[in-house]
């Protein structure tokens, strides 16, 4: 990490807008034990980062875990050695999943849809196991409002992915602490820390429809800055009133 004391008022920032989150979002009580995926990029990192620095100011105590799960027959592996270096380093618990996904159970999904659903039931068996009641992901502000996009475009519904979401009639949660903060925000946080930069070797990369909409969003930011933001600030702002009856 950078020795550079002149950054350390970023980082406090981006970590302040990460406790508003989760104090807006309800997303942590105390007692609560959280499971974070980390997938070797810096918004994961910057998530874990973030929330390991809260964990020591908020008025409650919360206890932190993270995973790294390995698709075998996937040409795409992280560094697991930085990241488990990277844990040491903040007193977490780090763990390794292995598993396997078969492209062939089901040919009408996409196949990042078949690896992330295979991703997530490896982190629910694992959270389970460690009694974490609380997932935690990396998605931003911009992931949020680019999956509102995605909905909208190709499935016909106005839907995203929450800062905070129930999943088996409430057992556990999933939540998004950096759901306040922009993609610029973690890059730049993610240089100021020398997060080692994510090597991409996945062979259905390509095959997304995700860039086409970030660049669908720089061009709505030319014509109007606050484009992204008005767009998350939209979604609990829904004027029914006006809108067609379904």
Request: aromatic share 10%; glycine share 4%; proline share 4%.
């Amino acid at each position: 990490m950078k020795k550079n004391e002149n950054y350390n008022w970023y980082l406090i920032r981006i970590q302040r807008k990460t406790g508003k989150a989760i104090e807006k979002y309800d997303m942590l009580h105390g007692g609560d034990r959280v499971l974070c995926g980390l997938s070797g990029g810096k918004d994961s990192l910057v998530m874990l980062h973030s929330l390991y620095h809260i964990s020591r100011s908020f008025p409650f105590k919360f206890g932190i875990e993270a995973v790294y799960v390995d698709i075998e027959n996937i040409e795409y592996h992280a560094d697991v050695e930085f990241l488990s270096d990277f844990c040491k380093s903040i007193n977490v618990p780090f763990h390794v999943v292995k598993a396997h996904v078969n492209f062939e159970t089901d040919r009408r999904k996409q196949p990042c849809f078949l690896c992330s659903w295979n991703r997530r039931k490896s982190m629910f068996s694992l959270a389970r196991e460690l009694k974490c009641n609380k997932i935690a992901f990396g998605h931003h502000k911009d992931d949020i409002v680019e999956t509102l996009l995605l909905n909208m475009t190709f499935q016909g519904s106005i839907s995203t992915m929450p800062p905070k979401l129930n999943i088996f009639k409430g057992e556990m949660q999933i939540i998004r602490p950096l759901a306040l903060v922009t993609d610029e925000e973690t890059k730049r946080y993610a240089a100021i820390c020398d997060f080692r930069p994510e090597v991409k070797k996945c062979p259905y990369d390509k095959e997304t429809k995700r860039k086409s909409v970030r660049d669908l969003l720089e061009n709505l930011e030319k014509i109007y800055p606050k484009a992204k933001s008005n767009i998350y600030n939209s979604l609990s702002n829904i004027q029914e009133e006006y809108l067609p009856e379904s």
